[in-house]
Nanobody, 123 residues
Framework: QVQLVESGGGLVQAGDSLRLSCAAS????????LGWFRQAPGKEREYLGS????????YYQDSVKERFTISRDNAKNTAYLQMNRLKLEDTAVYYC????????????????WGKGTQVTVSS
């Protein structure tokens, strides 16, 4: 089983770009699909997108697909969330999640989650 640690969050201005990382420990990282989620204060957790175990398939929530890109480097045991043209409403804690089954990831039912990284977008 893998463990996940997100990083790369911070305070940015609207319109800026930011790349988040999700680093995994464990030898079976390449067997897992990964997903990115976020949760803003007072709101439910929101699915952003996911990537298959080999990176061959990526899927996005409609609200972010024009601005966010998910990728992974299995040699580095790391997945990424590239966020462009950030908006105030992107302010949230961002999480990555993993499961061998991408459908489980997309449903938010993974048993493996990182602790999150805070992204704050200011005007």
């Amino acid at each position: 089983q893998v463990q996940l640690v997100e990083s790369g969050g911070g305070l940015v201005q609207a319109g800026d770009s930011l790349r988040l990382s999700c680093a995994a420990s464990g030898r079976s990282f390449s067997s897992y699909a990964l997903g990115w989620f976020r949760q803003a204060p007072g709101k439910e957790r929101e699915y952003l997108g996911s990537i298959s175990w080999n990176g061959g398939g990526t899927y996005y929530q409609d609200s972010v697909k024009e601005r966010f890109t998910i990728s992974r480097d299995n040699a580095k045991n790391t997945a990424y969330l590239q966020m462009n043209r950030l908006k105030l409403e992107d302010t949230a804690v961002y999480y990555c999640a993993a499961d061998p089954n991408i459908a489980v990831v997309e449903a938010g039912q993974s048993g493996i989650w990182g602790k999150g990284t805070q992204v704050t977008v200011s005007s």
